[in-house]
């Protein structure tokens, strides 16, 4: 769904359709699809075009892990009693994410 030499969301049923990753915090329940996806991520990485975080709404799985892991990536699951954050943040929110301690701060609300 993301073209791998730009960055930009290809899916047209995707809600960020036509949009970048580069800078983003991406927030999604999980990822989809196969291990080809880590590569993507690690491509758009070395490229300049990845997002700068990643916050899982479920437990993060597997694919998203690896793809964060030798992308550099900070990625942080929610629990259900922090899901209600991410109903605060629509884009453009600026949000801190700190994947060592867990945690994400909302600085700026949209």
């Known amino acids: 769904m993301i073209d791998p030499n730009t960055g930009r969301v290809q899916d047209s049923s995707h809600e960020l359709y036509g ?23 690690y491509s758009l990485k070395t490229k300049g075009l990845a997002p700068s975080a990643i916050i899982c709404t479920n437990r993060t799985d597997t694919l998203t892990a690896s793809a964060c892991a030798i992308s550099n990536i900070p990625a942080v699951d929610i629990s259900e009693k922090r899901a209600q954050l991410v109903s605060f943040m629509r884009p453009g929110t600026e949000v801190i994410v700190d994947a060592v301690e867990c945690r994400i701060k909302i600085i700026k609300r949209n």
């Open 19 to 41: 949009d970048y990753l580069k800078s983003r915090v991406l927030v999604f329940p999980n990822a989809v699809g196969s291990s080809v996806g880590a590569y993507v991520l």
